[in-house]
């Protein structure tokens, strides 16, 4: 059984109820950045607050088990320098299966893909390059 299996099963309703009412999606918010022990262990941004409010819950489990996980660490890189690389990347563009076109880049410190469907971004990863 590997670490993310055995510490799914330690998330009890007390403490994903406790993290989800601790952690609100905000009016008007369309993504975050998480930071882990003042490491950067990644990003998301949607192409509309509804669907951040949807996808929260979902990242907030995986960012959990991340927390736990004494054993990772993750680059110390500040929010504007991942924003700076983010607008300086160079995305190489591939085919996706339905309806849409991915981008993917990498930079010195961050990498990710972003969907484009009609001519909108419906999703941005943003992760550490480690």
């Not at 993310?4 to 406790?18: F, H």
């Amino acid at each position: 059984m590997s670490f993310y299996e055995m510490a799914e099963q330690t998330v009890s309703p007390e403490v994903e109820k406790s993290l989800f009412e601790t952690i609100e999606p905000q009016p008007g918010q369309i993504g975050f950045l998480t930071f882990i022990r003042n490491g950067f262990a990644g990003g998301d941004i949607f192409g509309s607050e509804e669907l951040c409010k949807q996808q929260i819950p979902k990242l907030l489990r995986g960012i959990y088990l991340d927390l736990v996980d004494n054993c990772t660490s993750f680059p110390s890189i500040d929010s504007a320098k991942i924003l700076a690389q983010l607008a300086a990347a160079n995305f190489e563009t591939f085919d996706t299966v339905g309806k849409g076109t991915e981008l993917r880049f990498e930079t010195d410190e961050v990498q990710g893909a972003l969907k484009i469907a009609d001519q909108q971004v419906s999703h941005l990863t943003i992760l550490p390059k480690i």
